[in-house]
């Protein structure tokens, strides 16, 4: 597997998996989108192991060849899943922290064997390896203003645990299908709500009661990451804004629908998407067109 062979796979991995992303990440100067792909690729083939309605092998074994195969790349050793050459090539040229990578692996680990979280703080303990280790491994791809990388990692965090509370809620049927709840078991609990409730073709009252509770809970954590977008070079801004946006989109569409989540998967029109990439288009390539120009004049 060449380099050039395994970011075009983890490209395609990201367009067939990750549409809104995938959008937004066309508003990124050319040559950093890449690395977002080999990302995200890298993100979604460990999913697939935990997550995949076809897969009949063994998952634990097939995690842990994974993981292994991680560690040896880490190391400078050869590797031969075809998605690691573009994600190691990734991590080394923008110094990601193994230990990002290592929280990741964790949580899908913790995806085979665990169903349930009691509290939201046992599902922010999750989410900290599966949502934010993937906001701050984006980060230095997304580059930082000079001396604000400090500052712009709890809003990329943020942005992850934001991100993925949402899919949390547009997603409560397809998670039951393979057995897991994210909703915390407090929270089922405190509105009445039981696991009989989850698996009906219809969202009941106290369902989405429930569902509008966590749905705050997403919102603070989009609030919480608002500042960060200024903090990286203005030629990511447009992709953040964007991507944001589109996830934020989900959870509008979730709240127009009145949480109504068992009866249909929420989903941005493709008229509003289209229409929010073209917004940031023009944006996007101006703040490119001075980042190189910029480059010109020094070199």
């Known amino acids: 597997m060449t ?4 970011y075009e796979r983890c490209r395609r991995l990201h367009a067939r998996h990750g549409r809104s992303y995938y959008l937004a990440t066309r508003l990124l100067p050319a040559w950093k989108r890449r690395h977002v792909h080999a990302l995200y690729g890298f993100a979604r083939h460990a999913d697939e192991i935990t997550d995949s309605f076809t897969m009949t092998g063994d998952r634990a074994a097939a995690l842990d060849a994974l993981a292994a195969e991680v560690s040896a790349g880490l190391a400078g050793r050869p590797v031969g899943d075809p998605v690691l050459p573009a994600f190691l090539h990734t991590v080394r040229s923008f110094g990601i922290e193994h230990g990002d990578v290592a929280a990741f692996l964790r949580s899908m680990r913790a995806d085979l064997s665990v169903t349930r979280y009691r509290t939201y703080d046992d599902l922010l303990g999750y989410m900290e390896g599966s949502a934010a280790a993937i906001g701050t491994m984006m980060l230095p791809v997304l580059e930082p203003l000079p001396g604000a990388a400090a500052l712009a990692r709890e809003p990329a965090r943020q942005l992850g645990l934001a991100f993925q ?7 409560v049927a397809e998670d039951l299908a393979r057995g897991r709840v994210y909703l915390p078991a407090d929270d089922l609990a405190a509105f009445g709500v039981g696991l009989s409730d989850l698996g009906r073709p219809y969202t009941g009252g106290r369902l989405r009661e429930l569902l509008a509770f ?4 997403a919102r603070e954590h989009y609030r919480a990451a608002e500042g960060g977008v200024d903090l990286l070079v203005p030629s990511s801004r447009p992709c953040v804004r964007a991507a944001t946006e589109l996830y934020g989109g ?3 569409e979730i709240e127009r629908s009145g949480f109504a989540v068992l009866e249909r998967r929420a989903r941005v029109p ?9 917004r940031h288009l023009l944006a996007a390539t101006a703040r490119s067109r001075a980042e190189r120009h910029a480059a010109v004049e020094l070199s």
Request: charged share 35%; hydrophobic share 45%.
């Open 3 to 6: 380099l050039t062979a395994s």
């Open 270 to 278: 493709r008229r509003r998407r289209l229409a929010t990439f073209a």
């Open 214 to 217: 966590e749905a705050e809970r």
């Open 165 to 171: 509370l949402t899919n949390f809620l547009r997603d």
């Open 250 to 252: 989900i959870l509008d």
